[in-house]
């Protein structure tokens, strides 16, 4: 048996939850050792403006320039391949999972999620890449929750990400919902902002968000994996030890991994049990009218898909200049 009083706190952290590393930057990944690793348009852009990683971009550019195809049907291709790309490169140093993102843009549109979802997972399949291994990011929004259940039901692994209220997470449960992430930091940024309070980590609303999600899934029982994500400090990580998975940036894996401080397990099914909760039925009304009412949930949600689509857009101008 590890003697966890002997680790540093990232190896503690593993004892109790999956660690997952959220980054573009492949190359720095390898250190830490996480089992899987997440995505998303402003890690990829940050990503591909340095120098190391501009091959990637000549390369999507080359597989499609001639291929007959113009406009933005050619700018789509090249940006899915740059995406599958990265994808790859990440799939090559760790033993887990992948998640790639939908473009933002289609946040409200269940089709054009689900065609865009086919089109990721095909490419990942065409370069020999078991599609097991890859989760499609899909924002949570009544139209992205219900393009997910039917990926699913296709045998496409879907990240339901900018999850900021209960109500998201259980309608992601109910539509069986490989995973989702919930988000911590962007909770406490939006509650400082509006309080003016600072917060501990035992009062933190993005943890507490985290731990009535979870406390919910393993009280009724429901499969999907909760990881916890956008963390603003080591604090929050530690507090939520026992997270099935928590996806954690560089920065803070270095911290973790530089202290040797203990850390105890913080969820756990067992503790979960006890808790007095009510079961919540959710149908698109209560869906929409809960997520009225929770106005962090609804401007969190609705500004992380603006952001997302700044960047999204910033990447096609990239590769329209490279096309050019």
Sequence with gaps: MTDISALNQLDQ??????????????QSIQEYEPRDATTNPTLILKAVEKPEYASLADQAVS????????????????????LVFFGIEILNIIPGRVSTEVDARLSYDTEGTIAKAREIIELYRSKGIDSDRVLIKIASTWE????????????IHCNLTLLFSLVQAIHCAESGI????????????????????????QDDPGVQSVQSIYNYYKKFGYNTEVMGASFRNKGEIIELAGCDLLTISPGLLSEL?????????????ESAQTKDLEHIEITEKSFRWLMNEDAMATEKTAEGIRNFAVDIRKLEAMIQDKLS
């Excluded at 597989?63 to 740059?82: C, F, I, K, T």
């Excluded at 401080?261 to 099914?269: E, F, N, Y």
């Design 13 to 26: 952290l593993k004892q109790f939850t999956i660690v997952v590393a959220d980054i573009g930057d492949f």
């Design 144 to 155: 992205g929750i219900n393009a997910a259940k039917e990926l699913e039901k296709e045998g």
């Design 63 to 82: 597989v499609h320039r001639g291929s007959g195809l113009s406009g933005q049907a050619l700018v789509d291709a090249v940006a899915n391949e740059l």
């Design 178 to 201: 490989t995973l989702i992430s919930p988000f911590v930091g962007r909770i406490m940024d939006w509650f400082k902002a509006k309080t003016g309070q600072e917060y501990t980590v």
């Design 257 to 269: 991994q530089s202290s040797s401080d203990p850390i105890k397990r913080k969820l756990s099914v």
